[in-house]
């Protein structure tokens, strides 16, 4: 009962900074303006209990048998949503060039962030306020606005005049995955919906509707659905993997001779390079065509992690020193960081061990996504070029370190 009255005091907040732009963009219009906000908290409720069992929306009907055996500690995710939420009447218009871009300083995001604004779009990035600022995006040409997704109150604020949402934000490792991935989620979307943002880009990930034993995996599926359900012109991109995660996971280790960390799960990952992501996403945002469609992106090939480790080897022109940890001791691990409250958040994370374990193929065939969009499957890199231009690069940064330090050599 908390959190409904802290989401409706966060959708206040939404629905006052739209009465505000409209009492100031048209007076005539600002009693029906503020007559339309009344009732709007009702139908925008959202109610999340913690329970001992897990989220209960629903997937497949395949996974049902697994929701009944769901990890202890988990949290439901149980979001009220109407389509027919609010209409507060028009105001200004937006530019649809105006977008914001959540979790900009990530792995994608920093890139969804250089493609828009390279195609000439006003990029604004909800950053969370750090000790190192993010300059290097005001450089690029964005502007940034401090928000936290845990604190709802901050974020109407960085919603006005925007036209699209796109979300690449995820929680931080040290903090619980419920609290930016599902609640701060959850407030963006009520407060997207409130101030009439015309477009939600929303990122998933592959097969989460088959995974409910994986809380972050089961909290992106709730979000679709949420995100559906509250009736916001949207588009959901699933992903599979990113070719960036794999230079500091194996391609920094073996080239500075570290151990490299490994498993003996058989699942295939097709990893894309998040430039390609960041490309598709722009043109998926200009089709009309595809609102309210959910795509999955996947690179041209899925890979297991000992063919990963084998192609840095050959490309670094040096063995790696594996350290394989069979999923049994990940899944042991798991059970024993379940029995602490302090451990409970590394359970969470541990829980892809279930899906390491399951032969899982995190790839989908690509023909139909790249005839709808009107893209060559040749123009997506593959992952033995994004690695060969990486070697190539890297070693011919050392050799030439190595022939400067030889020039400066002084001997006695």
Same mark, same amino acid.
């Given at each position: 009962?908390?959190?409904?009255?802290?989401?409706?005091?966060?959708?206040?907040?939404?629905?006052?900074?739209?009465?505000?732009?409209?009492?100031?963009?048209?007076?005539?219009? =600002?009693? $029906? *303006? +503020? /007559? !339309? #906000?009344?009732?709007?908290?009702?139908?925008?409720?959202?109610? &999340?209990?913690? @329970?001992?069992?897990?989220?209960?929306? =629903?997937? $497949? *009907? +395949? /996974? !049902? #048998?697994?929701?009944?055996?769901?990890?202890?500690?988990?949290? &439901?995710?149980? @979001?009220?949503?109407?389509?027919?939420?609010?209409?507060?009447?028009?105001?200004?218009?937006?530019?649809?060039?105006?977008?914001?871009?959540?979790?900009?300083?990530?792995?994608?995001?920093?890139?969804?962030?250089?493609?828009?604004?390279?195609?000439?779009?006003?990029?604004?990035?909800?950053?969370?306020?750090?000790?190192?600022?993010?300059?290097?995006?005001?450089?690029?040409?964005?502007?940034?606005?401090?928000?936290?997704?845990?604190?709802?109150?901050?974020?109407?604020?960085?919603?006005?005049?925007?036209?699209?949402?796109?979300?690449?934000?995820?929680?931080?490792?040290?903090?619980?995955?419920?609290?930016?991935?599902?609640?701060?989620?959850?407030?963006?979307?009520?407060?997207?919906?409130?101030?009439?943002?015309?477009?939600?880009?929303?990122?998933?990930?592959?097969?989460?509707?088959?995974?409910?034993?994986?809380?972050?995996?089961?909290?992106?599926?709730?979000?679709?659905?949420?995100?559906?359900?509250?009736?916001?012109?949207?588009?959901?991109?699933?992903?599979?993997?990113?070719?960036?995660?794999?230079?500091?996971?194996?391609?920094?280790?073996?080239?500075?001779?570290?151990?490299?960390?490994?498993?003996?799960?058989?699942?295939?990952?097709?990893?894309?390079?998040?430039?390609?992501?960041?490309?598709?996403?722009?043109?998926?945002?200009?089709?009309?065509?595809?609102?309210?469609?959910?795509?999955?992106?996947?690179?041209?090939?899925?890979?297991?992690?000992?063919?990963?480790?084998?192609?840095?080897?050959?490309?670094?022109?040096?063995?790696?020193?594996?350290?394989?940890?069979?999923?049994?001791?990940?899944?042991?691990?798991?059970?024993?960081?379940?029995?602490?409250?302090?451990?409970?958040?590394?359970?969470?994370?541990?829980?892809?061990?279930?899906?390491?374990?399951?032969?899982?193929?995190?790839?989908?065939?690509?023909?139909?996504?790249?005839?709808?969009?009107?893209?060559?499957?040749?123009?997506?890199?593959?992952?033995?070029?994004?690695?060969?231009?990486?070697?190539?690069?890297?070693?011919?940064?050392?050799?030439?370190?190595?022939?400067?330090?030889?020039?400066?050599?002084?001997?006695?």
């Amino acid at each position: 009962m908390k959190m409904a009255s802290s989401s409706s005091s966060v959708l206040q907040h939404a629905i006052n900074f739209r009465i505000q732009q409209q009492q100031l963009e048209t007076t005539n219009n =600002s009693n $029906s *303006s +503020s /007559s !339309s #906000s009344k009732g709007v908290i009702s139908s925008l409720s959202w109610r &999340r209990t913690l @329970a001992n069992n897990a989220l209960p929306c =629903s997937s $497949s *009907s +395949s /996974s !049902s #048998s697994a929701r009944r055996h769901r990890i202890r500690r988990m949290t &439901r995710c149980n @979001a009220a949503a109407t389509a027919e939420v609010v209409n507060l009447g028009p105001g200004t218009p937006v530019r649809p060039t105006s977008v914001l871009v959540v979790g900009a300083t990530g792995t994608l995001g920093r890139q969804i962030v250089r493609r828009a604004l390279d195609e000439g779009y006003d990029v604004r990035c909800l950053v969370r306020p750090r000790p190192a600022p993010a300059d290097f995006l005001r450089d690029w040409g964005a502007t940034v606005v401090n928000a936290d997704l845990s604190k709802p109150e901050t974020i109407p604020a960085t919603l006005v005049g925007i036209h699209t949402v796109i979300d690449c934000a995820t929680g931080r490792p040290e903090e619980p995955i419920k609290t930016v991935d599902w609640e701060g989620k959850v407030a963006l979307i009520q407060c997207a919906k409130a101030m009439g943002i015309q477009k939600f880009i929303f990122y998933s990930i592959h097969n989460c509707d088959k995974h409910p034993e994986v809380p972050l995996m089961e909290i992106k599926y709730c979000t679709e659905k949420f995100l559906r359900d509250i009736g916001l012109n949207h588009i959901i991109i699933r992903l599979c993997g990113f070719m960036q995660g794999l230079i500091g996971q194996y391609a920094v280790p073996i080239l500075e001779e570290k151990s490299v960390w490994g498993t003996d799960a058989p699942t295939r990952i097709a990893y894309m390079d998040t430039q390609d992501i960041a490309r598709l996403t722009f043109i998926a945002l200009r089709n009309e065509n595809i609102n309210g469609k959910l795509l999955t992106f996947a690179g041209p090939r899925a890979w297991t992690t000992q063919e990963v480790i084998t192609l840095c080897e050959r490309l670094a022109g040096q063995d790696a020193n594996v350290t394989t940890v069979p999923v049994s001791i990940l899944r042991l691990t798991r059970q024993l960081t379940r029995l602490f409250e302090w451990t409970n958040d590394v359970a969470d994370r541990l829980a892809f061990s279930e899906v390491l374990t399951s032969d899982t193929i995190f790839s989908v065939a690509m023909a139909e996504t790249y005839s709808l969009l009107g893209v060559d499957a040749k123009d997506i890199i593959t992952l033995e070029k994004y690695l060969q231009d990486y070697f190539a690069n890297i070693l011919k940064k050392l050799k030439d370190i190595k022939a400067q330090s030889k020039q400066t050599d002084i001997y006695f």
